[in-house]
């Protein structure tokens, strides 16, 4: 009797361990190997000659479409995914007759604990729900937040989430910094998280934010298009003058302005981590209260004053358009009479 696949894949971490050609896989990850072959979906593909090329991410992100592009380089990254029967990188180039390996293992258990928060609901029915987070929630557990989060408020409030995020991030589609408020959507089920994922990947899901930024822009309407990727000292922050970042693209137009400040309504095209903090930053007008980008300029203002003010997108059941907008908080429309209102006459 051949070998069970999950003994086939132990015998994978025992061979991987001993050649010490892989060292610097994590304990962790083998594990995970282990525990994922008993249960898992298995997927072989084969690379056609028009799919040569692509990076090993998109070409499972083609050919996969039901899996968002973030779950697939999990599955990479985590050994989950083989190119000719070795693990790989996200950033592979494929070529014309590889053969790709995806053992998909079951989602994780949901583990984050229900907590009475309460939510504000833009929109709810059985496949979504659509908050607007206040500033100073932070989306999903993580480390140094292991409770009080939108997750924890979510599960509190929802019969049902979808498993896609995984035990930390249960129904989470996308995601707003700590301290920006506005529109987020949540997936309740599986089949609307992918779609939805789908949408945001495709970039036509429509994202709309308005910001308060430092200064009189003197161009008053225009379009940013910089890469974004880590910036290469400061870990926690993003740069768009790193040379390996990835494409991003903000369309801004000013709103309301006096000379210490201009209230811009900014459209993205692509969701960058820390977009448009980055991209006005460097056009030379950050946004005010950012402690990270311009801690100068944050001392006057609670939070950085970034608020995502619509979201439309089309709903994964019903396949028509949906559009939110979120009221803008008190605190944000007290620095705009702070920073505008009283500098006119």
């Known amino acids: 009797m051949g070998a069970s696949p999950a003994d086939q894949q132990a015998a994978i971490v025992r061979s991987t361990v001993r050649g010490g050609s892989q060292k610097k896989v994590a304990p962790r990850v083998l594990f995970m190997r282990r525990l994922g072959a008993e249960h898992s979906t298995r997927t072989e593909l084969i690379v056609s000659a028009n ?18 592009r973030s779950r697939l380089q999990h599955l990479i990254r985590d050994g989950f995914v083989r190119l ?26 949901i583990e984050a604990l229900p907590e009475p928060i309460p939510l504000e609901i833009l929109f709810e029915d059985n496949d979504l729900i659509v908050i607007n987070k206040p500033a100073g929630l932070v989306v999903h ?19 049902s989430l979808s498993g896609i995020g995984g035990k930390e991030r249960p ?4 995601r707003l910094d700590k301290e920006t408020s506005g529109c987020l ?14 949408q945001f990947a495709a970039r036509t899901v429509e994202k709309t934010y308005l910001a308060l930024v430092a200064g009189k822009l003197r161009k008053p309407a225009g379009v940013i298009e910089e890469k974004i990727g880590r910036h290469p000292i400061h870990r926690r922050r993003m740069s768009a003058t790193t040379l390996r970042g990835r494409a991003a693209k903000t369309e801004y137009r000013a709103v309301r302005s006096s000379d210490r400040a201009t209230l811009i309504e900014c459209r993205l095209h692509s969701g960058r981590t820390h977009q448009i903090r980055v991209h006005l930053h460097n056009l030379g007008h950050p946004v005010l209260g950012d402690k990270v980008y311009a801690p100068r300029l944050a001392r006057d203002f609670p939070r950085q ?15 028509k358009w ?21 500098q006119q006459v």
């Open 322 to 342: 949906r559009s939110f907008e979120a009221p803008l908080p008190d605190d944000f429309a007290a620095a705009i009479k702070l920073t505008i209102e009283s």
């Open 185 to 198: 959507v949540v997936a309740k089920n599986d089949a609307a998280h992918r779609e939805l994922s789908t």
């Open 171 to 174: 129904g989470i589609v996308h």
């Open 141 to 159: 557990p993580g480390a140094g937040h292991r409770k009080h989060t939108l997750v924890n408020a979510l599960l509190n409030h929802c019969a």
């Open 305 to 319: 004053m970034l608020h995502a003010w619509k979201l439309g997108f089309r709903h994964p059941r019903s396949e």
């Open 84 to 109: 000719n029967n070795s693990t790989s990188r996200p950033r592979q180039i494929v070529r014309g007759g590889d053969k790709v390996e995806v053992m998909e293992p079951p989602l994780e258990k």
């Open 51 to 68: 799919e040569a090329k692509l990076r090993l991410d998109q070409f499972l992100a083609k050919r996969l479409s039901e899996l968002s």
